[in-house]
Every structure is written in C-alpha cells, then in structure tokens.
C-alpha cells in the first residue's frame, strides 16, 4: 500500500463530505436530533456522513475493518482499521457554531499510522501518515516553540456526560487560569488537537474522551513535533478517556500539574 497515496485519497473523501454536511447544515430548519444520552447528540447528518465516509474509505483501502461513533464497529482481523468521527463538535453542528470537524484516523495492527482532520467551517484540512511531516492545507506546520507554561495559550473541554472528576477538573482550570495566557474551549476535541499541532494553542487536555475522537489529532500533534500521553504521563490517550498534548517545551509542567491534581482528587 502507498500510505502517502491513501491518506491524499482520504483527504479528498472528506472534503467531499464535508461539503455534503455544509449543504445539510444550510437547510438546516427542523433538524432531527437523536439523544444518545445527556447532551450527547446524534443528527441524520451524522448517520448520512458516516455512512458515506464508510462507503469511501472502503474503496481507498478495501477489507479495512473500522471503528465510528455512530455505531459502525467492524472489528476482526483486519490489518487497518479506520478510526472515524463523522462530524465531532455536533453540538456547534447543531446550532450553526464553529467549529466541527471530520476526524479520520488509520490503525495499523492497532499502531495509529495516520490522521485527517478536516475542519469544514474554515476549510482546514490537517493530515499526516507515519514518517511524514504534518500538514495543513499542502503546508508544513509544527507546533509552538513557547518553553514556559505561564506565557501559554491553552485549550480543554468541558465534561458534557461525565461530572463525577468535576472539582478536581475546575481546579486545573483555576490554577491554568492564574499561570497561562488563558484556557479555551472550543467544543471539538479534533479542533483542539489540530491546533496545537499548528501552534495555535500550546497545549490541551481533556477527560471522558472517546478513540474517534483523538485519534487522527493524537497522530496529528507529533507529527507536527509535540507530545501525548494520559494524565499520568502513560500512553493509554486512545482508549483510557483522558488526553494531554502539547509541544515538548511546556509537556513536562503541564502534564504534572494535571496529574497532580487529578489524581488525588
């Protein structure tokens, strides 16, 4: 297999999708929402991507088994794997908010080898394969050169689902506040990810995360040259719901502040 061919292809696929789901969002009037559980939505849009993503990727890389989050979970023993978020921010999709997100990433013998995040309403496509550079747009990106946690611009999301680690999760975001530029939240994961790949952000944490989700995004921040890991600083980020990333300047304070605190609380 050409890696570099298929994730060109893969590229190509989602902004073709992508411009079914502006064109859905546009007629948007009644749409139908689906309640997964609470505040945790699904809309005929997300079914309707899903499928056509399934349908494509089949065809770039055939007998590719997949994981999605609208439930298409062909697991077996297929060599690849796609990971696959049909619209992740569907909460802003509902309500016409930037931003949200296509999110493609590609297993390999359960080893994440690539990623796609095509962010629709900027029209930013973020992609990489292994042993490549990251990308946005056909150009280069890495991530921020910034060594010192209290000159970073930080980004997280809110726990939707999950409140039970709410004290300890406020209080990162008391002690982030008082030594950073700030936190955002931008309500995608997949968005949240490709901008500290880019060096829009320094650094982002999240719990309660699901694979389809940080997948491509994982893979996205170090190719770009940053780091990964869960709280504690292990590498169970893809299927252990808790993430953190940054450039490896600030990683080492950041990810101990968060351990720190989330762990005895």
């Known amino acids: ?14 902004k073709e999708v992508g411009a079914m789901i502006l064109a859905e969002r546009a007629k948007f009037g009644g749409p139908r929402v689906e309640t997964k559980g609470k505040n945790d939505f699904v809309t005929h849009v997300d079914k309707a991507s899903e499928k056509d993503l399934i349908k494509g990727l089949s065809e770039i890389l055939p007998g590719s088994g997949f994981i999605a989050e609208e439930g298409t979970t062909l697991e077996g023993k297929e060599e690849y794997k796609w990971i696959i978020d049909p619209i992740d921010g569907t909460t802003n999709f509902i309500h016409g908010a930037p931003p949200f997100c296509i999110s493609i990433g590609l297993q390999h013998n359960n080893k994440v080898i690539a990623g796609v995040i095509y962010e629709l309403t900027a029209d930013e496509c973020f992609y990489a394969w292994e042993g490549s550079p990251a990308f946005l747009n056909g150009k280069q990106i890495k991530v921020s050169e910034n060594n010192l946690l209290k000159d970073s611009l930080l980004a997280t999301g809110f726990p939707y689902t999950d409140f039970g680690r709410m004290e300890a999760f406020m209080e990162t975001m008391d002690y982030f506040f008082h030594n950073s530029h700030g936190v ?16 829009r952000y320094d650094g982002f944490y999240e719990y ?13 921040v170090e190719a770009a040259g940053g780091k990964i890991s869960d709280f504690a600083g292990g590498d169970n ?29």
Request: one cysteine or more; glycine letters at 8%; proline letters at 1%.
């Open 1 to 14: 297999m050409n890696l570099e061919q298929t994730i060109l292809n893969t590229v190509e696929l989602s």
């Open 184 to 199: 955002r939240r931008l309500g995608s994961a997949a968005a949240d990810l490709a901008y500290v790949a880019c060096g």
């Open 208 to 220: 309660n995360l699901n694979p389809w989700d940080v997948a491509a995004g994982a893979f996205l």
């Open 237 to 265: 980020y893809l299927f252990g719901k808790e993430i953190v990333a940054s450039n490896s300047g600030i990683f080492n304070e950041f990810q101990g502040v968060i351990n720190k605190i989330m762990k005895t609380n």
